[in-house]
């Protein structure tokens, strides 16, 4: 019989309702900064599908790449992450 593991374990976040959130929040920040999926894309040096898989709830998006991706849109990390925790 396995054991429990005692720590917390971690839902599925991928098309979750923070995930959604942090979505919400990234496409409103590329229109805002008036980008395109490919204008960005271009930016961070990425294919227009990686934005585009991005924004559909298709995949997650790290730390380090969500810093980066808000400096391109001229939007503070700190203040989309607040945004996001509220």
């Not at 599925?12 to 229109?31: N, P």
């Not at 204008?39 to 790290?62: K, M, T, Y």
Request: no cysteine; proline share 2%; glycine share 6%.
């Amino acid at each position: 019989m396995a054991k429990k593991s005692k720590t917390a374990s971690l839902h599925k976040t991928l098309r979750g309702r923070g995930h959604e959130t942090l979505i919400q929040l990234l496409v409103a920040a590329r229109k805002k900064a008036g980008m395109t999926q490919r204008d960005l894309a271009q930016r961070i040096r990425r294919p227009r599908s990686f934005v585009g898989r991005l924004e559909a709830g298709e995949r997650r998006v790290d730390v380090i790449e969500f810093i980066e991706i808000a400096r391109v849109l001229r939007a503070d990390p700190k203040v989309l992450f607040g945004r996001l925790v509220e």
